[in-house]
């Protein structure tokens, strides 16, 4: 049988996320270009990256191995038709044929009749939600705020995701081009709406096809992120600096609202994405590539306030990024804070005395967020500055990611 070309992909995929790789990058250079075949692969990417849980567990009843034990190859054409035996609409016959065919074409053709035995007789596992993500921080999370509510969160990360946009200047008429393709509505943060934003569901597609893309009257962006770009304070004309930009969702976003952004990162190939997005958008942003570990920058002329979404693990953005899931280890938040604390006193030493400044991470563990902007303004680094306000959106009651956000104020 000849195998399908999108199936091909999603063991592609998933071999490399195995070696660390992100999810969405990997399928975007991996998935075919034909819209059918390309929407199997990140359908099936996704579906093994949110359900692996019950994956594995439906192998492991049926399998004389272990599927942590199997050959990388073997496990990811397993999980590719395991899925599709659990959740997807193909005949089992065919998606028994296909997983044989794509263990073969992943490097593993002496595994056909083990891979043929096992996804004969993989059945269907009733597992709780919470099965689908790690243990440690089901169980890190359950003594935060019980068992219940962790398993409605664990529930909602398993589902696909909408499409996050911030429209440009003209949110009516963004919500009405992207009502013709899809289901339109605002977007809310801790029961706050966002202004501008809008969650779309039911979209089919590649996402720079949509209306009004390509002329840049919106740009993707989740709630969230756009919530926490709202809490810079800023007048027309601010001098802002987003420290960790790229892509450069928030960087247009203090754009739009008046602000002349300097938009930092520290890869070059991610500025690049910024820069496309802004000269689409026509905003402003000037971007520069800066260190803010091994060579901090300090500007001739201090900056009216400063954004800084330091890099973090990420665990805020399960829902998304369900490969983050399997990635990280329990140590993985307090060995990030020892590289955001000096990226956040950096970036705040380029701010005037009475600025402001904005410190958030897309994860809501403490380790990167409050415990750590509490000890920071307790150093000698943070001594100037004065905590005005503080954001933790988690559990999740909306669909956009959790995050940890603080207003800090300069002393004069």
């Given at each position: 049988?000849?195998?399908?070309?999108?199936?091909?992909?999603?063991?592609?995929?998933?071999?490399?996320?195995?070696?660390?790789?992100?999810?969405?990058?990997?399928?975007?250079?991996?998935?075919?270009?034909?819209?059918?075949?390309?929407?199997?692969?990140?359908?099936?990417?996704?579906?093994?990256?949110?359900?692996?849980?019950?994956?594995?567990?439906?192998?492991?009843?049926?399998?004389?191995?272990?599927?942590?034990?199997?050959?990388?190859?073997v496990r990811a054409?397993?999980?590719?038709?395991?899925?599709?035996?659990?959740?997807?609409?193909?005949?089992?016959?065919?998606?028994?044929?296909?997983?044989?065919?794509?263990?073969?074409?992943?490097?593993?053709?002496?595994?056909?009749?083990?891979?043929?035995?096992?996804?004969?007789?993989?059945?269907?596992?009733?597992?709780?939600?919470?099965?689908?993500?790690?243990?440690?921080?089901?169980?890190?999370?359950?003594?935060?705020?019980?068992?219940?509510?962790?398993?409605?969160?664990?529930?909602?990360?398993?589902?696909?995701?909408?499409?996050?946009?911030?429209?440009?200047?003209?949110?009516?008429?963004?919500?009405?081009?992207?009502?013709?393709?899809?289901?339109?509505?605002?977007?809310?943060?801790?029961?706050?709406?966002?202004?501008?934003?809008?969650?779309?569901?039911?979209?089919?597609?590649?996402?720079?096809?949509?209306?009004?893309?390509?002329?840049?009257?919106?740009?993707?962006?989740?709630?969230?992120?756009?919530?926490?770009?709202?809490?810079?304070?800023?007048?027309?004309?601010?001098?802002?600096?987003?420290?960790?930009?790229?892509?450069?969702?928030?960087?247009?976003?203090?754009?739009?609202?008046?602000?002349?952004?300097?938009?930092?990162?520290?890869?070059?190939?991610?500025?690049?994405?910024?820069?496309?997005?802004?000269?689409?958008?026509?905003?402003?942003?000037?971007?520069?590539?800066?260190?803010?570990?091994?060579?901090?920058?300090?500007?001739?002329?201090?900056?009216?306030?400063?954004?800084?979404?330091?890099?973090?693990?990420?665990?805020?953005?399960?829902?998304?990024?369900?490969?983050?899931?399997?990635?990280?280890?329990?140590?993985?938040?307090?060995?990030?804070?020892?590289?955001?604390?000096?990226?956040?006193?950096?970036?705040?030493?380029?701010?005037?005395?009475g600025g402001h400044?904005v410190y958030s991470?897309?994860?809501?563990?403490?380790?990167?967020?409050?415990?750590?902007?509490?000890?920071?303004?307790?150093?000698?680094?943070?001594?100037?500055?004065?905590?005005?306000?503080?954001?933790?959106?988690?559990?999740?009651?909306?669909?956009?990611?959790?995050?940890?956000?603080?207003?800090?104020?300069?002393?004069?």
């Amino acid at each position: 049988m000849r195998l399908n070309p999108g199936r091909l992909a999603a063991g592609q995929v998933l071999l490399e996320v195995e070696q660390g790789r992100h999810a969405d990058r990997a399928l975007s250079r991996l998935a075919p270009p034909d819209g059918r075949d390309r929407a199997l692969a990140w359908q099936l990417v996704l579906g093994v990256l949110r359900h692996r849980g019950a994956i594995d567990g439906a192998i492991d009843a049926v399998s004389t191995r272990a599927v942590e034990t199997l050959d990388p190859p073997v496990r990811a054409a397993l999980r590719v038709a395991t899925w599709e035996r659990l959740y997807g609409r193909a005949p089992d016959h065919a998606v028994v044929d296909q997983g044989v065919a794509l263990a073969h074409a992943l490097g593993a053709p002496q595994a056909r009749g083990f891979a043929n035995a096992v996804l004969r007789r993989v059945a269907p596992v009733d597992v709780p939600a919470a099965q689908n993500h790690p243990a440690w921080w089901v169980s890190r999370w359950t003594e935060r705020v019980g068992a219940a509510a962790v398993e409605d969160w664990c529930a909602r990360n398993d589902q696909p995701a909408p499409l996050g946009v911030v429209a440009r200047d003209d949110p009516d008429g963004v919500a009405g081009m992207l009502g013709g393709v899809g289901r339109v509505r605002p977007a809310t943060v801790q029961g706050q709406a966002v202004p501008g934003a809008f969650l779309v569901d039911e979209l089919s597609g590649p996402v720079d096809a949509l209306p009004g893309f390509a002329d840049g009257a919106w740009w993707v962006m989740d709630p969230a992120s756009c919530a926490t770009a709202d809490l810079v304070p800023l007048t027309p004309g601010d001098r802002v600096l987003d420290a960790c930009a790229a892509p450069g969702g928030k960087a247009l976003r203090l754009a739009a609202r008046g602000a002349r952004v300097m938009a930092c990162d520290l890869s070059k190939d991610r500025l690049q994405v910024l820069k496309a997005n802004a000269r689409r958008t026509g905003l402003g942003p000037i971007a520069r590539q800066v260190d803010w570990l091994e060579a901090p920058w300090t500007p001739k002329v201090p900056f009216d306030a400063a954004l800084v979404d330091v890099p973090c693990t990420g665990l805020g953005t399960l829902r998304r990024h369900p490969e983050i899931r399997w990635a990280r280890q329990p140590t993985d938040p307090a060995a990030m804070a020892l590289r955001q604390a000096p990226i956040l006193s950096a970036a705040a030493a380029t701010v005037r005395p009475g600025g402001h400044l904005v410190y958030s991470v897309c994860s809501p563990e403490p380790e990167e967020g409050n415990t750590l902007v509490a000890a920071w303004v307790a150093s000698s680094a943070g001594r100037d500055w004065t905590l005005v306000e503080e954001r933790l959106a988690a559990p999740p009651v909306e669909d956009a990611d959790c995050f940890y956000a603080a207003l800090l104020e300069r002393a004069t």
